[in-house]
């Protein structure tokens, strides 16, 4: 696989909320959610991951040639406790890396599991003619959100794709979500609309190919990852490392198949018709 590693960067700018310790607690949904109330089920060891046609309707072809796709793996071992700028000349700064959440069972590290998906995405994106830019490749860079993203706007990306893992004190909360950045003039006004469409198309193949509990796409305006972006930028969570049953399939080779599967299949339905 054709892999081009533009830099080496940290983790998600925003802090652990008391119920959250992955991202941060979502603020209000720009879109209607269905919140999970119930572990979610455990993963079937009889259903095998979809293959990326069956996710997207595509039948051979390449319809991301010539597209750059920059993939940020969330989160990196060790963290990283420095503080970096929300946005452009702000006075306002968040940690670099609060350092995310873990399985409540496996104790597997969120920043495993989101480069063991942002791998098989890759290889799934280039199938598609994509060429693909990592901000990491390995467990152990550290960096800001600042240092991310310039990954991504240095190549002139034509999506930005975050990858991380939600967190919680209820470990009942389960499900997917696709957040993107918030319409802020001078920060994020010029890919609003683009990553809005961008999460929507995301968000739903997620849930299609993972049958994960659909709980919306969900405008952010305080992470940074987002607000230094020039190009569309997502961040999908691709479920609750807290819950037992979502812990469970995040940490099988399938589910992440299915999870990389459902990316892809947004990316090429939004960015494959254009």
């Keep these: 696989m054709a892999l081009l590693l533009l830099a080496r960067g940290g983790g998600e700018s925003t802090p652990p909320a008391a119920d959250d310790p992955g991202a ?70 968040k940690i670099k890396d609060p350092g995310g959440t873990r399985g409540v069972v496996s104790g597997t590290p969120e920043h495993a599991i989101t480069l063991a998906i942002a791998q098989r995405l890759a290889r799934l994106l280039e199938q598609q003619g994509a060429t693909v830019v990592m901000t990491r490749d390995t467990d152990s860079f550290q960096g800001g959100n600042i240092e991310r993203v310039a990954v991504a706007n240095d190549a002139a990306a034509a999506l930005f794709v975050r990858i991380h893992c939600d967190g919680s004190t ?70 609750f490392l807290t819950n037992p049953g979502e812990d469970a399939r995040l940490n099988t080779d399938s589910y992440q198949q299915q999870v990389a599967a459902g990316i892809a299949g947004g990316v090429v339905a939004w960015l494959g018709s254009g």
């Design 24 to 93: 941060g607690a979502l603020d209000a949904p720009a879109a209607t959610v269905t919140t999970g109330t119930k572990p979610a089920p455990p993963l079937d060891p009889a259903a095998g991951a979809p293959e990326l046609g069956a996710a997207t309707g595509e039948v051979g072809g390449k319809p991301l040639a010539g597209k750059v796709i920059c993939i940020d793996p969330g989160h990196a071992a060790g963290g990283d406790a420095g503080y970096e700028p929300i946005g452009p000349g702000a006075a306002e700064t």
């Design 170 to 239: 209820d470990h009942s909360r389960h499900g997917a979500s696709t957040l993107y950045p918030q319409s802020i003039p001078g920060w994020t006004d010029d890919i609003h609309d683009a990553s809005r469409a961008a999460a929507a198309a995301v968000q739903s193949a997620l849930v299609a190919a993972t049958g994960a509990a659909d709980l919306g796409i969900v405008a952010r305006g305080d992470i940074t990852g987002f607000n230094w972006s020039d190009v569309p930028a997502i961040l999908v969570e691709a479920g």
